[in-house]
C-alpha cells in the first residue's frame, strides 16, 4: 500500500491497519459482532511477521483486557476490541487499569442492549463509557469517530493521549460506522518504539528493574485510606487536567444557529442530512458534534444554549448524552432528546419530525 | 571467633532481592519460604533486570513488597493473562506469576487453564492450602472432603460443596505444559526440593520452552486453626493423601 492511497474500506478493517501502522505492539482480542473484522483483518495482515506487533486471540473479553493491563503495565502500546456485551465483561479490568493509571486502547463497536440485545447499531453504551463503568472514582478518555477516516484516525490519537495522562482510552463506535464502507487515507507508517525508548519513555513501567532504580509495581491496591485518598486525589486532579485540555469538538452551521443539535458518531451523520434538508427550507438548524464524550465540550455548549432557541440531543439510545447537554445548559433553554432502540437506526427524516415537535421549530 | 566470619566461611545468607520489609504473613506460613525460594533462584539465575512477577488477590497480593524486582498485581484470578502479555511482549523475560489456590483453581480457572494451553512461555508458582486465607479461612476449590472452614462449618460434603479440584493434574494433561510438578517446604529436603522446581520452571520461562506449574502444597495454620507444628503434620497426615507430591510431568 502507498502512502495517501485512498482505499474503500470497512471501518473495522480500518481500525485493524491503523494499529498496525501506529506503532501498536500487540492486540489482543476474543471474537463478537460487529467487531470481529477487526481480529480477522490483523490476523490476515501477520504484522508480527512485519512490525512485530503481537495478535492473540483471548479466551475471554475478561482476558482480554487483562492481556491490556499487563501490556500496557510494561509500557508497550496494547489494544483490545469489542462489541458493548463484551466491553461490559472487561469493566473489571478497565477500573484496575485506572486506579494503576495503565495506558491502553479499547475499541467499543457497540450493538443494541441491555444482556445479549442484538447485533444491529446501537449508542447505547454511553452512560458505561462516560460514567467509568466498574467500581470506583474513575473516567476514560473516550473518543468517538463518525466515519471510516475518523476509525483509522483515532487509533494513533487514542494511544497518544492514553500515555500522555496514563488513563485507558476508548474508542466508542457503533455497528454503523464499524461495518459501513467508506473511502479512507490510511496514515502514514510510524515505527514500533524500541525497548530502550520505552524504558526511558515509561520509567513507572514493569519493564524489569536495571540498576538501582526502585522497583516498578503496576497496582490499583492500597489499605492505608489516608494513602487511597491521596491516590484518589491525584487522578482527580488528572482528570481534571483532562477536562480542560482535551475536550474535542466539531461544529456545522452554528454561526447563526437557531436551533442546535448535538449527535456523536453515526447519529452525527444522520443529523448532517437532517441539516441540509432544514436549512435548504430555510430553518436555521446546526450541529455540535462531540469528539471527545469525555471530557464532554460543556463549556462550548453552555456558550451555544445562550444563543439557540433549543437544543436536541439525537442519539440512538432512550436518552443518555442528553443529560450531559441538560447538565451543560443548566435550564437556559429547553432541551429535548430523540433517539431509537433496539438496533433500529433513525432516518433524517425522523429526526427532522422529531426536532419539529419537540422544539415546535418552524419558521 | 573473629576469623570465621568472612565471606568464605558463609555457609547460609538471606538473599538480596528478599528486603527487610517486616512479612505480614502468619507464624508457620508457607508463603515466606516460596518468598525467599523465588528471590533466591532469580538471585542465583542472575536475572533481576530481566524478571517481571504477577501477584494475585489473595494473602500473597503483597508479595511485591518483599521481593525487590518489578511486579505487576493481578485482579483476582487474572494473573496469567497478565503474565501472558508480558512475556509476548518481552519475550526475554522471566515473567511468573504467584498464585493460590482460590485465585487460580476457582476465579482465574479460565486463564489458567488457558495460559497454560496455550503454552504461554511463563512460570506459574500455586500455592495450594486448601483454604482462602486472606478473607479469612473460607472453603476453597481445592478444600479436602471433610475439611471444616467458614463456609463449610460442618465439614464439605459432596452434595452440598462439590469435590475438590486438582487443577495440576488437569495442566498435566494439557500439550502446552513442559514441567508440571507438585511438591512442598515442610522439611529442609521439602524445601530444597521445591528451590529445584522453581528453577527448573523459572528457566523453563527464559528460554521458552512452553509453560510451567508449581504447586507448592502449603500449610495455613491460621486458617486451619492450628500451631505451625500441627499444621505441618496435619499436611503430612491429609494433604499428601490427596494431592500426591512429585513431578507429573517433564518434559
Known amino acids: 500500500m502507498k502512502e495517501q492511497e485512498i482505499l474503500l474500506m470497512k471501518g473495522n478493517e480500518a481500525i485493524a491497519h491503523a494499529a498496525i501502522r501506529c506503532g501498536c505492539d500487540g492486540y489482543f482480542g476474543y471474537p463478537i459482532t460487529p467487531q470481529s473484522e477487526i481480529l480477522e483483518t490483523l490476523a490476515v495482515e501477520k504484522p508480527w511477521e512485519t512490525t512485530g506487533m503481537v495478535v492473540l486471540q483471548a479466551e475471554s473479553e475478561v482476558a482480554s483486557i487483562n492481556m491490556i493491563y499487563g501490556g500496557g503495565g510494561s509500557g508497550k502500546r496494547v489494544m483490545t476490541s469489542s462489541s458493548s456485551p463484551g466491553v461490559a465483561l472487561m469493566q473489571e479490568g478497565i477500573a484496575y487499569m485506572a486506579g494503576a493509571e495503565i495506558p491502553g486502547l479499547i475499541v467499543n463497536v457497540q450493538r443494541g442492549g441491555p444482556g445479549l440485545g442484538t447485533i444491529q447499531p446501537s449508542q447505547g453504551d454511553y452512560f458505561q463509557a462516560t460514567r467509568g463503568g466498574g467500581n470506583g472514582d474513575y473516567y476514560v478518555l473516550v473518543l468517538a469517530p463518525s466515519s471510516v477516516q475518523e476509525m483509522a484516525d483515532f487509533v494513533d490519537l487514542a494511544f497518544e493521549l492514553s500515555f500522555k495522562h496514563r488513563i485507558p482510552a476508548m474508542i466508542l463506535s457503533d455497528g454503523v460506522v464499524g461495518q459501513v464502507m467508506e473511502k479512507v487515507v490510511l496514515p502514514p507508517f510510524k515505527p514500533r518504539r524500541t525497548d530502550e525508548e520505552i524504558e526511558r519513555e515509561c520509567p513507572w513501567a514493569s519493564t524489569g528493574r536495571k540498576g538501582k532504580r526502585p522497583i516498578n509495581v503496576i497496582t490499583s491496591l492500597e489499605l492505608l485510606p489516608e494513602a487511597m485518598e491521596k491516590h484518589n486525589l491525584h487522578l482527580q486532579e488528572k482528570y481534571q487536567l483532562i477536562r480542560e485540555t482535551e475536550v474535542r469538538y466539531e461544529e456545522q452551521q452554528t454561526e447563526d444557529a437557531e436551533y442546535l443539535i448535538v449527535a456523536f458518531g453515526s447519529a452525527a451523520r444522520i443529523a448532517q442530512k437532517a441539516i441540509s434538508i432544514m436549512r435548504a427550507e430555510g430553518l436555521r438548524v446546526g450541529l455540535l458534534r462531540p469528539i471527545t464524550l469525555w471530557p464532554f465540550p460543556s463549556k462550548r455548549i453552555q456558550e451555544l444554549s445562550e444563543q439557540v432557541k433549543g437544543i436536541l440531543s439525537f442519539e440512538i439510545n432512550a436518552g443518555q448524552m442528553v443529560e450531559d447537554v441538560r447538565l451543560a445548559v443548566e435550564g437556559r433553554t429547553p432541551v429535548a432528546h430523540y433517539g431509537k432502540m433496539g438496533g433500529i437506526v433513525p432516518t433524517p427524516d425522523e429526526l427532522i419530525q422529531a426536532l419539529r415537535t419537540k422544539l415546535t421549530v418552524s419558521k | ?251
Open chain 2, 1 to 251: 571467633m573473629e576469623n570465621i566470619i568472612s565471606p568464605e566461611n558463609i555457609v547460609y545468607q538471606k538473599p538480596t532481592l528478599l528486603n527487610d520489609t517486616d512479612m505480614h504473613y502468619c507464624p508457620g506460613c508457607s508463603h515466606g519460604v516460596v518468598h525467599k525460594l523465588i528471590a533466591e533462584v532469580i538471585e542465583e539465575m542472575g536475572v533481576e533486570e530481566k524478571a517481571v512477577g504477577v501477584s494475585p488477590v489473595g494473602c500473597a497480593v503483597f508479595a511485591y513488597k518483599y521481593i525487590d524486582i518489578d511486579w505487576q498485581e493481578a485482579a483476582h484470578g487474572r494473573a496469567p493473562a497478565i503474565a501472558t502479555a508480558i512475556k509476548r511482549l518481552w519475550p526475554d523475560h522471566l515473567v511468573f506469576t504467584y498464585q493460590g489456590d482460590g485465585d487460580l483453581a476457582c476465579i482465574g480457572t479460565a486463564e489458567t487453564i488457558h495460559a497454560l494451553n496455550r503454552g504461554e512461555n511463563i512460570a506459574i508458582i500455586f500455592i495450594n492450602n486448601a483454604i482462602y486465607g486472606m478473607t479469612g479461612g473460607q472453603m476453597a476449590p481445592t478444600t479436602l472432603m471433610g475439611m471444616k472452614t467458614a463456609t463449610c462449618p460442618y465439614g464439605r460434603q459432596a452434595d452440598l460443596h462439590g469435590y475438590p479440584l486438582k487443577i495440576t493434574e488437569i495442566a498435566a494433561q494439557l500439550e502446552g505444559t513442559c514441567y508440571v510438578t507438585r511438591q512442598s517446604v515442610h522439611s529442609v529436603a521439602a524445601i530444597r526440593k521445591a528451590k529445584r522446581a522453581i528453577r527448573q520452571a523459572f528457566e523453563n520461562s527464559i528460554n521458552r520452552r512452553g509453560s510451567s506449574l508449581v504447586e507448592i502444597v502449603s500449610t495455613c495454620s491460621s486458617g486451619w486453626k492450628k500451631t505451625p507444628v500441627e499444621a505441618n503434620k496435619w499436611m503430612e497426615e491429609h494433604m499428601f493423601d490427596f494431592y500426591h507430591v512429585g513431578d507429573l510431568k517433564v518434559v
